[in-house]
């Protein structure tokens, strides 16, 4: 059974940075490779993507309103994902939350939710202006 949690959330004023944290354990049958991304969920919105890195660490992609802003990185010798998050603004406030794509390509980046199977609980990120 695999188990994302996320953590680093908190409350903000815009400019400053935080640093979210997503750890995997567990595992899903025999694939021990996966891609992982980070998505938020604002209020009355839908889910969207953020970002996401690909197993190795070397693909990247990025939603156009955090390019430049934003980035993630992991360590898979911790089994640990983050999200470093920098000039946050009012608009980045939401629930951000972990997922891993452990059925498809371990070395494709999708922005869909539905090609994402395992997700964590969310941590609450609020940017005050």
């Known amino acids: 059974q695999v188990q994302l949690v996320e953590s680093g959330g908190g409350l903000v004023q815009a400019g400053d940075s935080l640093r979210l944290s997503c750890v995997v354990s567990g595992r899903a049958f025999s694939n021990d490779k996966y891609a992982m991304g980070w998505f938020r969920q604002a209020p009355g919105k839908e889910r969207e993507f953020v970002a996401g890195v690909s197993w190795s660490g070397t693909i990247f992609d990025y939603a156009d309103s955090v390019k430049d802003r934003f980035a993630i990185s992991r360590d898979n010798a911790k089994n640990t994902v983050y999200l470093q998050m920098n000039s946050l603004k009012p608009e980045d406030t939401a629930v951000y939350s972990c997922?891993?794509?452990?059925?498809?390509?371990?070395?494709?980046?999708?922005?869909?939710?539905?090609?994402?199977?395992?997700w964590g609980q969310g941590t609450q990120v609020t940017v005050s202006s």
């Open positions: 997922a891993q794509s452990w059925q498809r390509s371990p070395w494709i980046v999708s922005k869909r939710p539905d090609d994402y199977d395992s």
